[in-house]
C-alpha cells in the first residue's frame, strides 16, 4: 500500500486528492492547522470515527512554518508520495499578508524539501503551482513563459517554484511543479470569485440577499474543476522522470461572463444586481490568463473532463441546494439564517 502526505488536505484541492487516492488504494496522510474550530467540512465525508480499522485516512495538527515538526513527520510516516498543496492562496489577501503569505506558501515548500534531504527517505514530491505566477505575460501561457508575478502570493509561488527545481537537480530528489490554471468546484471558498457568485446568485433567486458586490469584472480567466485536476497531480508523480507541467483548459472566460451565464442560468439579468465595489480590485491586476497545456496532454494523456458550462451547473446545483435549506429557516422564523449557513 502506498503511503501518500498531503499539506493543505482541508482545502478544495486536497479533499478532491484525499478521495482520488483512497479510491486506489492509498493510505493518506494529511496536514492540518489546530484552530478552535473545525475545519474539516470537506472532508467529513471519507470518515466517521479515525477508530474503524478500513479507515485509511489520518490527520496529522502542524503548520507548513514549523520546520522540525515536518521532518518528525516525514521520518516517522515516511510517504512514497508528497502532494503540498498547502498556502495562503487568497491572491486579493495576499497584498494585506504578504509577509504571511510569503513565509508559509514560500518558505513553507522550502522547509519540506529541507526535510526530505535531510531525512533522506526516497517520496516524490508535488508542487502546487500557480498560473498567477504568469502574471502580465501574453497569453497564451506555457512551460516556456516567463513568469511576472503580480501580487506577493504570485512572487511567493514563483520563489517556491523555483526551489523546487534546485532542489530536483542539486540533491536529485523527484521534484514536480504542477502550474494549474483557476480550479473551480461547490467546495470552492465562497470568498473566491466563481463561488462568491454562485453563491449570491442563488440566495438572490430565493430572495435571500439583494445584491453582489464585485471588483474587476474584465479580468479573464481558464476555469477547469477542481477534480479534473487533482487527477494531473497524481499523475504527474508517476512519470519514471520528474516534470514541470502547465495544467488547464486552453479557453478562457470574464468574469463578467461567468456572472451573466450563472444569472443567465436562473433566469436572472446580472446587471440588475451586480455592484462594482473598488474595495475588491487589487493592487495590481492580471488582466488574461489562458493555459496552454499540450505537453501534459501529450506526455501524461490527461484532458479535462468537465467543461466550462458543466462546471457552472454543478456549482449553482450545489449552491441552490444550500440557500434552499436557509430559506427553509427564514420562513420558519430564524432570521439569522439569512446570513447564511455556517
Known sequence: MKKAFITGITGQDGSYLVEFLLEKGYEVHGLIRRSSTFNTDRIDHLFRDLHYPDVKMYLHYGDLSVSGQLMDFLYDIRPDEIYNLGAQSHVRVSFDMPEYTGDVTGLGTLRILEAIRKTGIRTKFYQASSSEMFGAAAPPQNEETSFEPQSPYAAAKVYA???????????????????????????RGETFVTRKITRAATRIKLGLQDKLYLGNLDAK???????????????????????????????SHSVREFAERVFQKLDLDYQEYVVIDPRYFRPAEVDFLLGDATKAREKMGWEPRVSFDALIDMMIEADMEMAQKEKTLVDAGYENARNGLR
Not at 534546485?166 to 490554471?181: D, E, H, M, P, V
Not at 476555469?223 to 512519470?239: C, R, T
Request: net charge negative; charged share 25%; with cysteine.
Open 161 to 187: 517554484f523555483h526551489v523546487v527545481r534546485s532542489y530536483r537537480k542539486a540533491y536529485n530528489i523527484f521534484t514536480c511543479n504542477g502550474i494549474l490554471f483557476n480550479h473551480e468546484s461547490p467546495r
Open 221 to 251: 480567466r481558464d476555469w477547469g474543476f477542481a477534480g479534473d485536476y487533482v487527477e494531473a497531480m497524481w499523475l504527474m508523480l508517476q512519470h519514471d522522470e520528474p516534470d514541470d507541467f502547465v495544467i488547464a483548459t486552453g479557453e
